[in-house]
T-cell receptor, first 112, second 113 residues
């Protein structure tokens, strides 16, 4: 019954590897997001999709590529992982206009 | 540049000791101000949305208020289960079609029994 689910919850990988994080929402929301939370708990938006269309692409290295196969799914693929990519990545969704996101439980990525 | 600053960074209270968390913001037209609660290892959980100065919202021991420059989250007679990080975020009026939120760095509250 989870509203926004992300997999995996933990991801430990070596520098230079490529990895993906998956996100699914069953709320019928139109907009989905990826946020990055750093070690100081600061949340910053990375991408936003509305009905499978990319509408926000913040200043994010192009090693990060989001993909939305349908409006219930938003995946994040990261190429050539670097140490600085270590963080917690949150998927979220909202109705159009963004009133009150629903967040997933996060994916803790550790690059070694 | 749109910005959100929360204070204090950390707050320790005794059970029953009321206090307030502050969220100061600068934004080019405020569409909404949001409060979230985040427990360790979990995603933020939505608490309140405030849209205009003077608005107040309450939920159990929490009350959120909004002025033109800041918001307060008042915690009345807190219990240990209120311990969490409280996040404030704003949405600019120009972002209503994207839903983009700008977050503060959070206030970590610890309530001791």
């Amino acid at each position: 019954d989870t509203a926004v689910s992300q997999t995996p919850k933990y991801l430990v990988t070596q520098m230079g590897n490529d990895k993906s994080i998956k996100c699914e929402q069953n709320l019928g929301h139109d907009t989905m997001y990826w946020y990055k939370q750093d070690s100081k708990k600061f949340l910053k938006i990375m991408f936003s999709y509305n009905n499978k269309e990319l509408i926000i692409n913040e200043t994010v290295p192009n090693r990060f590529s989001p993909k939305s196969p349908d409006k219930a799914h938003l995946n994040l693929h990261i190429n050539s992982l670097e140490l600085g990519d270590s963080a917690v990545y949150f998927c979220a969704s909202s109705r159009n206009g963004g009133d009150g996101y629903t967040f997933g439980s996060g994916t803790r990525l550790t690059v070694v | 540049e749109d910005q959100v600053t929360q204070s204090p960074e950390a707050l320790r209270l005794q059970e029953g000791e009321s206090s307030s968390l502050n969220c100061s913001y600068t934004v080019s037209g405020l569409r909404g101000l949001f409060w979230y609660r985040q427990d360790p290892g979990k995603g933020p959980e939505f608490l309140f949305t405030l849209y205009s100065a003077g608005e107040e919202k309450e939920k159990e021991r929490l009350k959120a208020t909004l002025t033109k420059k800041e918001s307060f989250l008042h915690i009345t007679a807190p219990k240990p289960e209120d311990s969490a990080t409280y996040l404030c975020a704003v949405q600019a009026s120009g972002s209503s079609n994207t839903g983009k939120l700008i977050f503060g760095q959070g206030t970590t509250l610890q309530v001791k029994p």
